[in-house]
């Protein structure tokens, strides 16, 4: 079995947020970039399925900058046989929309025949969790979403949900998308050699107009300003003068 | 403009705060219609009737809707999308699992966990972890919307909306139930208590976890963690609270051994009173604590206890 892991681009998760003064977006410009944590996880599984056995061939897809080939070459050196860069746009501060994203692995599907998809449950900047229920939706597949234990059966799939409630198990038929959460696995770092290696894999680079998808955005983006911050606090040097606050000053108790 | 709002409807029941806090933000679009789907809805569809702003409420009972499955549940709101102008649901695991596949059906980019409604068409929302808000106007004929609950108050429970049965579409039976693994607890919910005490790394283990747990039943509260207590397995993964866990704001916080990373910030710096007790003052908590302890939790946490009688 072939499996497609779409991988993006994001700020690296600790690099601290700055908001431009002018409201037009958050400085992306010399900042820190890494691979989306979860896709982290999600490259992570397709490899362990592959030293199962039960996968043949990884194949990574990225859709942005051109710059995304270095999260590209990530995926590759940890384990990634192969990468699609879809260049879909030359300004670093341009996010490609989950509608689009999933339109255009729709296309990389199409042309692929992977028979599973495993993502990240969601994007730690825009923080949209879309992509793989839209991806689902165009292929009319399967979904398995925020996925903390993932098993293959046959042509089906065995997921363990993390829900508001607990834990959902769901039996999903192949092919199918499953999008994982933080407790699936911890992923591997790529070793010196497989860097060095990860060099000569193959990447190919596509345009959205190579899969006849429009990236134009559906939600024009008004603004972006930081959030309301909070007034000073002050320590409280006992236990006793903490209830004592809580009591009479905030009235919380 | 006339809005479906998809009810969160769980085993058969309305969970009440998560849909009229939804509701509250879906008559800020329109006139709201509310849809109640499962393997049982009645019950629910009776419950949503008393929504106030309800001008209708849709029942759809049928037995490939009981695990709010994607598949099934996406394909009847698109069955019934023609009509509305916005679908709008609380930003719950369920909503979130559904509506960008509805979103997609539809061909309409989804808006994902609004936090403010601006009018019909623009909206405000939480990215990088809350450390920007960004406001978008969708161009999409039909707006598919996912409410973050803690930003808005309850819709009051003295409505009386007819109540009208509706079939539930062709089950595409790509998915199966399997089995849910679900913690009885008589603690209030996690994202609808008044207090919420929450323990992380600095806890030690689960058997510690429990002087939290002791602490939150002292108070009523309910339990919060940090991702890295959840990861260290002291807590269950939906006790989890930050940007990739629930989002909370009640109106007593306590965090306990919690460092103040971002991602957990997400999900809590909403809060009315913050507290934070870290035996490291530069814990950066602290920043955002209204009150702050630098002790030893071992030490604070039970004279908290006596303290409170
Ligand atoms: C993609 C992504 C998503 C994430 N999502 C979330 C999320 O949703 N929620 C979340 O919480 N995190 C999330 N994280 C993890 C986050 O970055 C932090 O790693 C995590 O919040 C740290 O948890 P902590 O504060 O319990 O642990 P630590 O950072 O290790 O802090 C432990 C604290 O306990 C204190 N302590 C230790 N012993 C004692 C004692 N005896 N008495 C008092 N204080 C003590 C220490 O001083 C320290 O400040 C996410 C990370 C990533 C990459
Ligand atoms: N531009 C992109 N390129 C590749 N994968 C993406 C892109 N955007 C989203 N994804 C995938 O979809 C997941 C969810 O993203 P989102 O829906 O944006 O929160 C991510 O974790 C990735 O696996």
């Known amino acids: 079995m072939k499996v497609l892991v779409p991988v993006k681009r994001v700020i690296d998760y600790n690099v601290k947020v700055r908001v431009k003064a002018d409201g037009t977006g958050v400085d992306l410009a010399n900042v820190k970039m890494s691979m989306n944590p979860f896709d982290e996880i999600a490259v992570e599984q397709a490899i362990r399925m592959k030293e199962a056995g039960t996968v043949e061939e990884i194949v990574a897809v990225s859709i942005g900058v051109k710059q995304a080939q270095e999260t590209l070459r990530t995926a590759l050196a940890m384990g990634a046989d192969r990468a699609i860069l879809v260049v879909a746009s030359e300004d670093v501060n341009t996010d490609i929309e989950p509608l689009a994203v999933a339109k255009i692995l729709k296309a990389v599907v199409d042309e692929e025949a992977p028979g599973l998809v495993i993502c990240g449950k969601q994007a730690i900047d825009n923080d949209m969790n879309a992509t793989g229920q839209m991806l689902s939706a165009l292929l009319g597949w399967s979904q398995a979403t925020f996925a903390s234990e993932v098993a293959v059966e046959g042509d089906s799939a065995i997921v363990t949900r993390e829900v508001d409630g607990g834990l959902q198990t769901i039996k999903v038929k192949m092919p199918a998308i499953i999008s994982v959460d933080l407790r699936l696995n911890e992923p591997r770092y790529a070793s010196l050699p497989n860097i060095m290696k990860a060099k000569k894999k193959p990447m190919d680079e596509k345009t959205p107009a190579d899969y006849g998808v429009d990236v134009t955005p559906r939600l024009e983006i008004l603004s972006t300003v930081e959030p309301a911050t909070r007034a000073a606090g002050v320590m409280v040097g006992s236990v006793e003068e903490l209830v004592t606050k809580l009591k009479d000053e905030a009235g919380v108790i | ?309």
């Open chain 2, 1 to 309: 403009m006339a809005v479906l709002l998809f009810a969160e409807v769980t085993n058969g029941e309305l969970a009440w705060d998560a849909t009229s806090k939804a509701m509250t933000a879906a008559k800020m679009m329109g006139d709201v219609t509310v849809l109640c789907a499962g393997a049982q809805a009645s019950a629910a569809a009776a419950e949503a009737a008393k929504l106030e702003g309800a001008t209708k409420v849709l029942c759809a009972e049928d037995a490939s809707l009981g695990h709010r499955l994607a598949e099934p549940t996406a394909a009847l709101i698109v069955s019934l999308a023609g009509d509305y102008s916005h679908i709008v649901a609380p930003a719950t695991t369920d909503a979130k699992n559904v509506l960008p596949r509805v979103a997609a059906l539809l061909d309409a980019m989804v808006i994902t966990d609004v936090s403010g409604v601006v009018d019909a068409d623009t909206f405000e929302r939480p990215i990088y972890a809350g450390n920007a808000i960004q406001t978008v106007k969708s161009k999409d004929a039909v707006k598919v919307v996912s409410i973050r609950t803690s930003t808005f108050d309850a819709a009051a429970d003295t409505g009386s909306a007819p109540v009208e049965t509706i079939s539930a579409a062709d089950n595409p039976a790509l998915s199966e139930w399997v089995e849910d693994k679900v913690q009885e607890t008589d603690r209030p919910e996690l994202t609808s208590a008044k207090i919420v005490v929450s323990g992380g790394r600095g806890v030690g283990s689960e058997e510690n976890f429990e002087l939290i747990e002791s602490l939150a039943d002292k108070l009523g509260a309910a339990v919060g963690a940090s991702r890295a207590a959840v990861d260290s397995g002291y807590a269950p993964n939906d006790w989890q609270v930050g940007q990739t866990g629930k989002v909370v704001a009640p109106d007593l916080y306590v965090a306990i051994g919690i460092s103040g990373a971002i991602q957990h910030l997400a999900g809590m710096k909403d809060s009315k009173v913050i507290v934070a007790i870290n035996k490291d003052e530069e814990a950066p908590i602290f920043q955002v604590a209204d009150y702050g302890l630098v002790g030893d939790l071992f030490d604070a946490v039970p004279k908290l206890k006596e303290a409170l009688g």
